[in-house]
């Protein structure tokens, strides 16, 4: 895989050579971690929280690009969650941060945006 400057450099200047990456498919593998349609989709649960940035920076067409283009070069894709929430997962925590203490709702980031097999 190789990627091409378009033009533009990493810092936007125009006439700037980006290198160029080469990656050997059979050493070579995109994970994606934890893509939950609750965070990723219009309809989930928590897209009004992150939608603006998702927009700002073109998150799900760059995600797209990525995987179009390794499937393209012959790279290995694994679709990786962290952690599968099982119910209780989170009720004794002594110290739960923001984002723990948000996700107690039932079903939330249960739902990945492709189908998953343990």
Not at 8 to 37: F, H, W
Not at 58 to 74: G, H, K, P, Q, Y
Not at 99 to 115: A, D
Request: hydrophobic share 35%; net charge negative; with cysteine.
């Amino acid at each position: 895989m190789s990627v091409q400057n378009n033009g533009e450099s990493a810092r936007g200047v125009v006439g700037e050579q980006k290198p160029i990456a080469t990656y050997e498919p059979n050493i070579t593998a995109v994970l994606c971690v934890d893509p939950y349609n609750d965070f990723l989709s219009e309809g989930g649960k928590l897209w009004p929280w992150v939608k603006d940035i998702a927009h700002e920076v073109n998150l799900l067409d760059n995600l797209r690009n990525i995987v179009r283009t390794a499937r393209e070069s012959n790279i290995s894709i694994f679709h990786v969650p962290h952690h599968r929430m099982e119910p209780g997962d989170y009720e004794n925590w002594k110290y739960p941060s923001l984002s723990t203490s948000g996700i107690k709702e039932p079903g939330l980031c249960q739902r990945l945006l492709g189908r998953y097999v343990p």
